[in-house]
């Protein structure tokens, strides 16, 4: 093993050959910028440094001749001293790190003998003092010894028993062991008495049948019993074993996949800012969806006391889930599936999903925005900024201010919507209103309103219908495939108000799109062709193109590839949208059953008529091309309007 002394050893000549090695040839204007340079390149500061002159240097005359200052220079005697110090005050703090213990010595009797172990210091701990040592044999050892034999060993100290004396053996006069058993037997303590003249002390085999003797058979502490035989004690007792206490098992339990506290708000940072709008109350799951899993009991650890005796220990107890509506148990009952989509509640220890939300107030900072995987029921207003989207329908027994409404289903709203020109309402289904004003709507369905349209921008893939003592529209743009109905259309003001039916909106929208994307796609394709028409001339001239402009010619005429059947494929989707548009069965139908103002503009397919004089309970149509207008005519559906008048 190698000693501390030796790496000490070793690290002042690995010092030694450092100072030896770090020498610098430095040159500079003077024997001052030389040194500067020096103490840059050894770390360390001037005064620290120790040079010798290997070229004094010449100014020179004019700038002529001049020589630089050229040195050899190195660290001083002291600042390698200070190095030194330094290296090893870091290599003796690492070494106090380390567990510094003190030596120690064990005297014991046994059948050869009286016998000495002397342990060695670790990491700087202190010596066995021999005194020490001395006055423990005279105590327990009234016989001679060789005082010489224990101060080579006290010295040595080389970890083993050495005898240093004999004994003049009496079986009769051996230490006396004697036990106790404490906290229900679940601890042994043994008490040694000093052994007589000729008596020796007891070794490990001794103990441990004595033990097992007296009927404790469980938990030895082998690491005491040892220090016993190494060391003995007397007089005092010692712990020599020790009972197992028994463990029972944990009781299985259920791990929930979703938020179980309700009221719980849990805010969403996006991008470093806190939105207070998005509370996420409502664990919204799928169909499918895992919700909760049993973990099952497991099984308890019996104990054990020194003497023997099994101590029981409960097994964990077994959980059930239960489980409410729309949502089933897997095969091995130990999962909890949603069966619908919605929002998974846990009430009286059942999970249930439950397809409707209901929000028992206004959708406000209360609340935060609604995301709900089913049906969502609002019981008063929705305010400006908030949003409920859903994936079933939404009604709203208030009013609805400047925000966002998205359904895949229904959207009803008992007292209205004022979109302040800022307001979205997007719906799969149909769309139930009182009014709608100053709003962006777009159903899948219906769009039905009992007391009039303002100002509004309206998208419907079936009718608009707008029935009831105020049912007017005025203002905005109304699209509807099918039919536009109301009594009254524009205002006496003359406010321009646009009507279109006959088409498809989406349809339409799609194709104008594709008409857009067209036409810029035949434009860059001019300006390729231009560009190509330009090179082809010089390289007609020169017959061979630089290779950049080869490079750019190679890519224009991929261009010209690329775009050309873009162009293709968008013309395709332009006819087959256009024949979609052209195959419609309704070709669509303005009414007013009361009057009609003029500002109205009217289209039909393609056809469209400005108002210019009232008109009194007509109904517009489209034939032969041109907007017709004839006798007021019904609409053939009958529109439930109790849903949004509370049944007026």
Same mark, same amino acid.
């Given at each position: 093993?190698?000693?501390f002394?030796?790496i ?11 100072r030896?090695?770090r020498?610098?040839?430095v ?15 050894l770390?360390?500061p ?21 020589k630089? #200052? ?20 870091d290599?003796?703090?690492?070494k ?11 005297l ?6 009286? &016998?000495?172990k ?7 701990g ?9 006055e423990?044999?005279?105590? *327990? ?5 060789d005082?010489s034999?224990?101060?080579?060993i006290c %010295?040595?100290a ?13 079986p009769t006069?051996d230490a006396? !062991? ?7 037997e ?12 000729g $008596? ?7 103990i441990?049948g004595?033990?097992?003797? /007296?009927?404790?058979?469980?938990g030895y ?16 007792q010692?712990l ?7 463990v ?5 339990k259920i ?10 708000? *849990?805010? *969403? =940072? ?9 509370l996420?109350k409502?664990?919204?799951?799928v169909?499918?969806q895992?919700l ?5 009991p497991?099984? $308890?650890?019996p104990?054990?006391t020194? #003497?023997?005796?099994l101590?029981p220990?409960?097994?964990g107890k077994?959980?059930t889930?239960?489980?409410? /509506? ?10 909890a ?11 009286s220890?059942?999970i ?12 406000d &900072?209360?609340?935060g925005?609604i ?18 989207k859903a ?10 201010g400047?925000? =966002? ?12 919507i004022?979109?302040?020109s800022? $307001? !979205?309402?997007?719906? $799969?289904g149909?769309?139930?209103?009182k009014? !709608? ?8 369905g219906?769009?039905?309103v009992?007391?009039g349209?303002?100002n ?5 893939d079936k009718?608009?219908i ?9 203002g905005g743009h109304?699209?509807?495939t ?7 259309l524009?205002?006496v003001?003359?406010?321009?108000t ?7 909106p989406?349809s339409k ?18 300006e ?8 082809e001339? #010089?390289l007609k001239?020169?017959?061979e &193109?630089?290779k950049?402009?080869?490079r750019f ?11 050309e ?5 968008v ?5 087959t #949208?256009?024949?979609?548009l052209?195959q ?5 139908r303005v ?7 003029p500002?109205v503009?009217?289209?039909? %397919?393609?056809?469209?008529l400005?108002?210019?004089n009232?008109f *009194? ?7 032969s091309?041109?907007?017709k207008?004839?006798?007021?005519? =019904?609409?053939?559906d009958?529109? =439930? ?5 509370g049944g007026?």
């Open positions: 093993m190698v000693s002394n030796e000490q050893q070793y690290m002042k000549n690995r010092l030694e050959e450092d030896g090695q020498y610098v040839n040159s500079g204007e003077s024997l001052a910028d030389a040194l500067q340079q020096a103490s840059i390149e770390s360390l001037v005064k620290a440094i120790e040079y010798e002159i290997l070229d004094g240097g010449s100014k020179g005359f004019m700038g002529v001749g001049k630089p #200052t050229l040195i050899l220079a190195y660290p001083g005697a002291k600042a390698a001293a200070e190095a030194e110090a330094a290296d090893f005050e290599f003796t703090f690492d106090q790190q380390q567990e510094s213990r003190d030596g120690q010595f064990f014991r009797r046994d059948e050869t003998g009286v &016998l000495l002397v342990i060695p210091p670790q990491n700087g202190i010596k066995v003092n021999e005194k020490h040592v001395l423990a044999i005279l105590e *327990r050892h009234h016989g001679d010894f005082r034999l224990v101060s080579k %010295k040595r080389e970890g083993d028993f050495i005898k240093i004396a004999e004994i003049d053996r009496d006069n006396l !062991l004697n036990f106790e058993l404490a906290e229900m679940m601890k042994a303590f043994i008490t040694i008495r000093q052994p007589g003249p $008596g020796v002390d007891p070794d490990a085999e001794r441990t004595f033990l097992r003797a /007296n009927n404790i058979v469980f502490l082998d690491e005491a019993i040892q220090s016993l035989v190494d060391n003995p004690v007397y007089n005092q010692i020599v074993a020790e009972g197992q206490s028994p029972n098992g944990e009781d299985g791990i929930y996949n979703f938020e179980k506290e309700t009221d719980k708000i *849990r805010l *969403r =940072e996006i991008d470093g800012k806190v939105d207070y709008k998005e996420n409502i664990n919204n799951v169909e499918g895992v909760a899993k049993v973990i099952a497991k099984r $308890g650890v104990g054990h020194v #003497t023997g005796k101590l220990a409960r097994d077994a959980v889930l239960e489980v409410g /509506n729309n949502v089933r148990l897997s095969d091995d009952k130990t999962q599936i949603a069966s619908a989509n919605g929002q998974v509640l846990l009430l220890g059942k249930s999903v439950e397809p409707i939300y209901v929000v028992n107030g206004n959708v &900072l209360k609340s925005n995301l709900f995987l089913g049906s969502v029921v609002v019981k008063g207003n929705v305010e400006d900024g908030f949003a409920v994936a079933g329908n939404i009604e709203i027994l208030g009013s609805v400047k925000c =966002e409404l998205d359904a895949e289903g229904d959207i009803v709203v008992r007292q209205g004022n979109g302040k800022a $307001g !979205l309402v997007r719906s $799969g149909s769309i139930w209103s009014f !709608l004003e100053n709003s962006e709507v777009e159903s899948g219906y769009v039905v009992s007391d349209i303002i509004s921008q309206i998208t419907s009718k608009v707008c029935r009831g003592k105020r049912a007017s529209i005025v109304i699209r509807a099918e039919e536009i109905t109301a009594k009254t524009g205002s003001a003359g406010m321009e646009v009507l279109e039916v006959g088409y498809d989406k929208a799609h194709l104008e799109e594709l008409q857009e994307r067209r036409s810029e796609a035949e434009k860059a394709l001019e390729v062709r231009l560009n190509l028409a330009t090179l001339k #010089t001239l020169k017959k &193109l630089p950049d402009k080869q010619y190679d890519n224009l005429q991929e261009q010209v590839g690329d775009l059947q873009e162009i293709m494929e013309s395709e989707e332009i006819q #949208t256009e024949r979609h052209a419609l069965k309704s070709s669509g009414s007013a059953s009361a009057r009609v103002f500002g503009k009217v289209i039909i %397919k393609e056809a469209p400005e108002v210019r009232e *009194r309970a007509v109904t517009f149509v489209a034939e091309g041109m907007v207008v004839t006798k007021y005519v =019904e609409s053939d009958q529109v =439930e309007l109790n849903a949004i008048t007026e």
